[in-house]
C-alpha cells in the first residue's frame, strides 16, 4: 500500500528554536518524495522535492530508505514559517500524489 | 508566465444551479489535475488529464464533470452539487506524468466554492 504519514497535527515552538516536521511512507519500489507549504490563505507551494537536495528557505529534508522516512529540518524557526507543511509521494499511477495528514506549524514570537 | 491560474476565486452557487470553474496553465505543461481541499485537510485528488485525455477519474461523482478543451486549459463543470461539496476546489498543472523524476505538480490559487 502506498501511504504517507505525518504523526504530527500540529507543532509549535519558539522563534529561533530547531524544528522538524515527521514524515513517514510506506511504498514498493524508489520513492519520489516532496515536501509542499500552505501559508494562511495562499496557494499550496513545492518547498523540496527529495531529488533535488536543496535547501529552501533554510529547510531541508533527507531521504532515509531504511527509515522510510523524509522529514523535514530547519535549525533556526522563524515566524514566517508557521504554515501547513504537507509531504506528499508520487505513485505509480499517472502523477498521483499521495498527501499526508498535514502539520501545522506555528512560530511562536 | 510561469503560473497556475484560476477562476473565479470565490464561487456562491444553489443546488440547482450549473456552474464552471476554470484552470489555466501556460508553462507548456502537458498533465493537469484537478483537487478537492476541505479546511485543514490534504488535498484529494478528483481527476489528472494527461495530453488532453482524462487518465485518472477517482470515483468522482458524476454532479463534476472535467473537460480539457486544449493542453493549456482546465474546466470544471458543476452541476447539482450537495452542500458538502463546498471546500476549495485546487488546479494543478505537471510536465509530464511519464517524466519520471522530473516531475513535479504546481497548484493554482483555488475556487472557494460555497453551495447553499
Known amino acids: 500500500a502506498q501511504r504517507v504519514t505525518q504523526p504530527e497535527k500540529l507543532l509549535s515552538v519558539f522563534k529561533g528554536a530547531p524544528v522538524e516536521l515527521k514524515c513517514n511512507y510506506s511504498y514498493s519500489g524508489s520513492p519520489e518524495l516532496f515536501w509542499y507549504v500552505q501559508y494562511s490563505r495562499q496557494r499550496l507551494q513545492l518547498l523540496l522535492r527529495h531529488i533535488s537536495r536543496e535547501s529552501i528557505k533554510g529547510f531541508t529534508a533527507d531521504l532515509n530508505k531504511g527509515e522510510t522516512s523524509f522529514h523535514l529540518k530547519k535549525p533556526f524557526a522563524q515566524e514566517e514559517d508557521s504554515a501547513m507543511y504537507y509531504c506528499a509521494l508520487r505513485g505509480n499511477q499517472g502523477g498521483k500524489l499521495i498527501f499526508g495528514q498535514g502539520t501545522e506549524l506555528s512560530v511562536k514570537p | 508566465d510561469t503560473e497556475v491560474t484560476q477562476t473565479p476565486k470565490h464561487l456562491v452557487m444553489g443546488m440547482t444551479n450549473k456552474k464552471s470553474l476554470k484552470c489555466e496553465q501556460h508553462m507548456g505543461h502537458r498533465a493537469m489535475y484537478w483537487y478537492k481541499q476541505k479546511a485543514k485537510k490534504p488535498p484529494e485528488l478528483m481527476f489528472v488529464y494527461s495530453y488532453e485525455k482524462l487518465s485518472i477519474n477517482e470515483s468522482v461523482p458524476s454532479r463534476f464533470s472535467p473537460e480539457c478543451p486544449n493542453s493549456s486549459l482546465l474546466n470544471l463543470h458543476l452541476h447539482a452539487l450537495q452542500p458538502e461539496d463546498s471546500a476549495l476546489y485546487l488546479c494543478?498543472?505537471?510536465?509530464?506524468?511519464?517524466?519520471?523524476?522530473?516531475?513535479?505538480?504546481?497548484f493554482g490559487p483555488g475556487t472557494r466554492l460555497t453551495v447553499l
Open positions: 494543478a498543472s505537471s510536465q509530464d506524468p511519464a517524466s519520471g523524476l522530473t516531475d513535479t505538480q504546481y
